[in-house]
């Protein structure tokens, strides 16, 4: 089973608000990430979760903040987002930090 | 730096042929992970194939297999007795091996397949 979800699937949203994409995965992995991928692009590296811990911020504006829960869960909570943010939003996970990744369907965000 | 380099914007195949992908990397690294990722329009990015750098044996999975030159540094993906459900795009990828940045995944900028009936 490599299955990764993520909620929601479709995302709308003003730049006041404050929204949470979540993503969750039952297979015992040790590293999430989340990337960015915006239309006929490669995705983009945000962040690397490792045990639970943030091991890796690509740089990454700070109205984008990753939450890791526990081992199974990763949020991104987004607030005061900018047009140019609309893009899919990708989350992985691997068994360790140096294992292939599987990823989740993504979230279609689009800011107005 | 290292860096992935997909020279097909675009593929085309008829349905049931065979079809090559081609990727070339750069690296100065020797343990190092290369993949090939499939994106349908549904969006989910799925593993198609994996290959280690310190194996000599090309990976099959099914229909798709690779031919891995390390001395050329050449990735390139087979897709053989091609499907309507392969229509996609297709990154090639690499990570650093063990010990090296962790999560890192540094992708090509796709080829775009599409599937003739």
């Known amino acids: 089973d490599t299955e990764v979800t993520q909620t929601p699937k479709h995302l709308v949203m003003g730049m006041t608000n404050k929204k949470s994409l979540k993503c969750e995965q039952h297979?015992?992995?040790?590293?999430m990430y989340w990337y960015k991928q915006k239309a006929k692009k490669p995705p983009e590296l945000m962040f690397v979760?490792?045990?639970?811990?943030?091991?890796i911020n690509e740089s990454v504006p700070s109205r984008f903040s990753p939450e890791c829960p526990n081992s199974s869960l990763l949020n991104l909570h987004l607030h005061a987002l900018q047009p140019e943010d609309s893009a899919l939003y990708l989350c992985?996970?691997?068994?360790?930090?140096?294992?292939?990744?599987?990823f989740g369907p993504g979230t279609r965000l689009l800011v107005l | 730096a290292q860096t992935v380099t997909q020279s097909q914007p675009e593929m085309s195949v008829q349905e049931a042929e065979t079809v090559t992908l081609s990727c070339t990397y750069d690296?100065?690294?020797?343990?190092?992970?290369l993949f090939w990722y499939k994106q349908p329009p549904s969006r989910q990015m799925i593993l198609v194939i994996r290959q280690e750098a310190y194996k000599q044996q090309n990976a099959t999975e099914n229909r798709f297999s690779v031919n891995f030159q390390k001395a050329a540094k050449s990735f390139s993906l087979k897709i053989s007795d091609s499907q309507l459900g392969d229509a996609a795009m297709y990154f090639c990828a690499y990570r650093r091996g063990y010990g090296g940045s962790q999560g890192n995944l540094i992708f090509g900028k796709g080829t775009k397949l599409s599937v003739k009936p």
């Open positions: 979760y490792s045990y639970e811990k943030l091991s």
């Open positions: 297979m015992g992995h040790r590293a």
């Open positions: 690296t100065s690294e020797s343990d190092y992970y």
């Open positions: 992985a996970s691997s068994q360790a930090p140096q294992e292939t990744q599987y």
